[in-house]
């Protein structure tokens, strides 16, 4: 078995990024989040998405803090890799970076766990790997399906096969995960004809498919329970 997180940014809107000067992808978020929300009520203000996978050796999540950068290869902070797409910083479209350089402000970060099989892992990251080879690039036209089914998108013209947003990313993982962990030959029809799952959706679906509580990045306690309500702390 292999264990896999889903970890999901949470916006937060700060005026300072109305007026700032290279603060409009925040903005963004705060967009995503709000809009979406309108469907998805009593969900946490979740803005993106990114899949977590361990490291090889071992299989564990590990944070460090007071051991040196580069004492094992990598930048002291949080090991494995994640994967998503992005349109953040110098990325646009589907990558896969270093735990360390994504969660600098763990704070802003919750996350949900669970357990796979090997077979499902596998499949699902070769699926992600040959996405960031190609250098799948970030879909704003996928941003409509946020309001609209992707039949009417096609019909239309403006659909983009291959290109990719955050949470449609997330879905085809959780798709080809789905269908190892339940014994079943699952196909991938949930992902081309319904909405596009958003963060938000994203994450109300895999609580509800896996019975997992969600957990703070930053300190490791629970702030939400297995049914998606919040825990007091």
């Known amino acids: 078995m292999k264990l896999m997180r889903f970890v999901f940014y949470r916006a937060k809107f700060e005026w300072r990024n109305v007026f700032t000067k290279g603060r409009k992808i925040r903005l963004f978020d705060d967009g995503i989040s709000l809009w979406t929300g309108l469907f998805n009520p009593f969900t946490p203000g979740y803005s993106h998405w990114e899949g977590w996978v361990p490291r090889e050796n071992g299989g564990q999540f590990v944070q460090f803090k007071q051991i040196p950068d580069d004492i094992y290869g990598e930048i002291a902070g949080y090991f494995g890799t994640c994967y998503t797409s992005t349109m953040r ?3 646009n479209g589907t990558v896969s970076r270093p735990a360390s ?26 699926w992600a790997d040959e996405r960031v080879a190609g250098k799948h690039k970030y879909s704003m036209k996928d941003i409509r399906r946020f309001f609209m089914p992707l039949w009417l998108l096609r019909k239309l013209k403006w659909d983009d096969p291959d290109r ?17 962990s339940r014994n079943m030959n699952m196909n991938l029809w949930v992902l081309y004809k319904i909405l596009i799952r958003s963060p938000r959706r994203l994450w109300r679906d895999l609580v509800k498919r896996h019975h997992v509580p969600t957990y703070s990045l930053a300190t490791g306690q629970r702030v939400r329970d297995e049914r998606g309500k919040r825990v007091k702390t």
Do not use: M, Q
């Open 89 to 91: 910083g110098n990325d």
């Open 101 to 126: 350089t994504v969660f600098t402000h763990p704070e802003r970060w919750e996350y949900i766990e669970f357990e796979v099989t090997d077979e499902s892992f596998e499949e699902a990251k070769a």
């Open 164 to 180: 990719e947003i955050c949470s449609e990313h997330g879905e085809g993982w959780a798709v080809r995960l789905y269908s190892y």
